[in-house]
């Protein structure tokens, strides 16, 4: 069984800073693109960045110059620092990766469970 699980998010004042982690771990051969995920109250799940296995990197606009995503291969892990925080990120936020299996050539997606980041004074 492979899970993701998300831990860092939290209550911080705008202009704050907050660090996501999503450690993926169980039956891993390979993983491929890794991304984080928002959905806010009412509106529909967003990509806010993601990064290959080489280490490529994209952001939605609204993000790019605040947001850095990166990851640790040998840690199973990606990262989401959030700097210059705004009440417009209040949002869950999900982990995202593609995971092949051992002994498999397949990649499937898996979602961790979401964590809630509220940006509020």
């Known amino acids: 069984q492979v899970q993701l699980v998300e831990s860092g998010g939290g209550l911080v004042q705008p202009g704050g800073s907050l660090r996501l982690s999503c450690a993926a771990s169980?039956?891993?051969?390979?993983?491929?693109?890794m991304n984080w995920y928002r959905q806010a109250p009412g509106k529909q799940r967003e990509l806010v960045a993601g990064i290959t296995s080489r280490g490529i990197t994209n952001y939605v606009d609204s993000v790019k110059g605040r947001f850095t995503i990166s990851r640790d291969n040998a840690k199973n892990t990606v990262y989401l620092q959030m700097n210059s925080l705004k009440p417009e990120d209040t949002a869950v936020y999900y982990c995202?990766?593609?995971?092949?299996?051992?002994?498999?050539?397949?990649?499937?997606?898996?979602w961790g469970q979401g964590t809630q980041v509220t940006v509020s004074s």
């Open positions: 169980g039956n891993i051969g390979g993983i491929n693109g």
């Open positions: 995202n990766a593609f995971i092949r299996r051992y002994y498999s050539s397949l990649y499937s997606e898996y």
